[in-house]
């Protein structure tokens, strides 16, 4: 099962490897990481069921 707060730790490090690419002047890696962060995210919200519409507050 898949929570917000599994995609928000998958999409966060893959932001911060990103902004590491932009850094080393990787420009096109860093653009291909964040495509292909927000292409599995979306596959993940698509294919599980047990993901409510919204966040919940029970953390």
């Not at 990787?26 to 291909?32: E, K, L, N, P, R």
Request: charged content about 30%; hydrophobic content about 40%; overall charge negative.
């Amino acid at each position: 099962m898949t929570s917000y707060q599994e995609l928000y730790g998958y999409l966060f490090a893959q932001m911060a490897d990103a902004v590491e690419e932009l850094k080393a002047g990787q420009t096109a890696a860093a653009a291909i990481r964040l495509v292909e962060a927000q292409r599995e995210a979306e596959e993940r919200v698509l294919t599980e069921e047990d993901i409510p519409d919204r966040p919940t507050d029970d953390l």
